[in-house]
Every structure is written in structure tokens, then in C-alpha cells.
């Protein structure tokens, strides 16, 4: 006998043999092979169906929708404190008096930062926000200057002291980066008490702000009518037109009514103009080509 028949024939299993099921087991089996054969017989039909119909017009899974982008708020974050800020401000600043006013004129009658090159102190404005400007909120006031030149030359003003106004009118915001206080520097300026109807602006006592600090120390280095805009620049026309001279309205028409229709009329805290910043440079040294007191 070879090797192969010398081992052992294995028992044949017989269904006595296997684990018997309870009649529950069986049952859930017969049902659970009910349901997958229907389940196949249904994916063949679809198959079949879709391959041999007309094909449907809309694809059967429609593309997700992209998501919309959040609507911004029509005020940046934290406006609701700006404008509790920017009320304070205001309220402190229409508190100022004729001796306040006297007091603040003789401070700015000396320099604040010794002397300095003019374009040196513009840049100095990207480190100053105007607190009670809703406009602008927390743009700074070098961003304001480009807004302003920006729209000046898309209008083709062709103005050479125009220009010279925008990039100067503001520069009395930079006593913001000293110990003023800030009801001193900003805010408009609206008359004290009561002026004689026609004998000029010059006469009337306004409140003290960045107009009058500007004036104070650049009235010697630029034209007459140029020191004129950068000390009523923020003045109400409407308001102050009873106390003018000739040479005010005279101003006024040529320069200020202009001027102001950019300075007011294009303050944006989203918009970064574009604009060539080495020519407003060179209108600057050119115009002041040594250091001056300020």
C-alpha cells in the first residue's frame, strides 16, 4: 500500500452533523435573502432602464450651489464705540472758550517737533486716525490725502495749489502723536460767540483745531491763498459767509468750495487709492526745499 492510501479518509459531513439553527435564525435568513435578491432584481430593472430610455434632461445629481460670501455690515466692527468716542470728542471740543482758544494759539506759536523736512511730516499721518471722522473710521489720514489727490485726478484738475492744499490741509493732525489732547486737533471749526458781519474771517474767533495749528506754522511758507485754505479748509461756507470780506469770498469761489468737494466728498474706510506718490513728493521738496519749523 503506497503512502497516499495509508492516510485517513475523512468523515463526510452530513447535515445531522452541522450546529442545527433555531426556526427565528432561519427565518430572519429566508427574509434577509428575500430582500438582497429584490434589491438586485431593482438596480438590474434601473440599470436596464436608464440604458435603454431616453436619457433624462437634468443630470440626476444636481452641482452644489457655492456658498454665498457673508454679507459685510454697512459699519466696520466696534463703529458703535467709535461714535460713543467720536460724541465725547465733539462735545468737549464745542466746550471751547475764547481764553481756551488764546491759550492753545500762543502753544502753536512755537514749534512742537523742532524742524523737520515737510514730506517727512506727511508721511507722519499714516500713524494718525481722525476719532470723530464716521467716514473714514480707522483709515489713517495719509490714506485720506491719496483719496482726495485720487480724485482730484481722475476729475483732470489741472490746479497746481489745489494739490498743494491736499497733501498740506490735515498735516496739523500729526499733534495727534504728542500729548494733545484730541478735542484740540480735530472736529471743524465753528465760530465763538458772536462776529461782525463782513469784517473778514480773520476777525472771528473760531475753535481751535488742526486748521489754525497747520496755519500757524506753514502762513509764512506758502502764497497767501494757499495759508487761507489750510486755516478755513474744514469751515461751514454756508455758516460762516454772513462774516466774510471780499478776499474771503474771493478765496472761497477760486479755491475753497472746490477744495471741499473732494476733501468731504470722496472719505472712504474701504477704498486704497492708487496713485503716483514720487510726484507729490517732488511737488513737496520742490516747494519746501529745506527743513522748517514745526
Same mark, same amino acid.
Given at each position: 500500500m503506497d503512502e497516499f492510501s495509508k492516510k485517513p479518509v475523512l468523515k463526510q459531513e452530513t447535515k445531522r452533523d452541522l450546529p442545527q439553527e433555531s426556526p427565528a435564525t432561519s427565518s430572519r435568513r429566508r427574509f434577509l435573502g428575500i430582500g438582497v435578491a429584490a434589491a438586485v432584481a431593482g438596480l438590474t430593472g434601473f440599470g436596464a432602464g436608464v440604458r435603454f430610455s431616453e436619457q433624462p434632461k437634468e443630470p440626476l445629481l444636481k452641482p452644489v450651489q457655492p456658498a454665498q460670501p457673508v454679507q459685510r455690515p454697512r459699519e466696520p466692527l466696534g463703529s458703535r464705540k467709535f461714535k460713543a468716542r467720536n460724541r465725547a470728542i465733539l462735545q468737549r471740543h464745542n466746550e471751547q472758550t475764547r481764553e481756551v482758544v488764546e491759550r492753545l494759539r500762543l502753544k502753536y =506759536? $512755537?514749534?512742537?517737533?523742532?524742524?523737520a523736512r515737510v514730506w517727512d511730516l506727511i508721511e507722519k499721518l499714516a500713524f494718525c486716525v481722525d476719532e470723530t471722522d464716521q467716514s473714514l473710521y480707522c483709515t489713517s489720514q495719509f490714506v485720506h490725502v491719496q483719496q482726495v489727490l485720487? %480724485?482730484? !485726478?481722475?476729475?483732470?484738475i489741472e490746479e497746481h495749489d489745489l494739490f498743494l492744499a491736499a497733501l498740506l490741509h490735515d498735516l496739523g493732525k500729526v499733534t495727534l502723536l504728542t500729548d494733545e &489732547?484730541? !478735542? $484740540?486737533? &480735530?472736529?471743524?471749526?465753528?465760530?465763538?460767540? !458772536? %462776529?461782525? =458781519?463782513g469784517a473778514g474771517l480773520d476777525r472771528v474767533i473760531y475753535q481751535f483745531c488742526h486748521g489754525e495749528i497747520v496755519y500757524s506754522r506753514l502762513k509764512d511758507h506758502v502764497p497767501d491763498h494757499i495759508a487761507w485754505v489750510l486755516r478755513y479748509h474744514n469751515i461751514s461756507i454756508e455758516k460762516s459767509a454772513p462774516y466774510m470780506n471780499e478776499r474771503d469770498r474771493t478765496y472761497t469761489a477760486k479755491y475753497l468750495t472746490t477744495f471741499q468737494k473732494y476733501d468731504r466728498g470722496f472719505k472712504s474706510y474701504a477704498s486704497m487709492p492708487q496713485i503716483d506718490l514720487k510726484k507729490y513728493r517732488d511737488l513737496i521738496e520742490q516747494t519746501f526745499p529745506n527743513p522748517i519749523l514745526f
Open positions: =506759536h $512755537n514749534a512742537v517737533f523742532g524742524k485720487a %480724485a482730484m !485726478e481722475q476729475d483732470g &489732547l484730541p !478735542e $484740540n486737533v &480735530l472736529c471743524s471749526a465753528v465760530p465763538i460767540g !458772536e %462776529a461782525t =458781519h
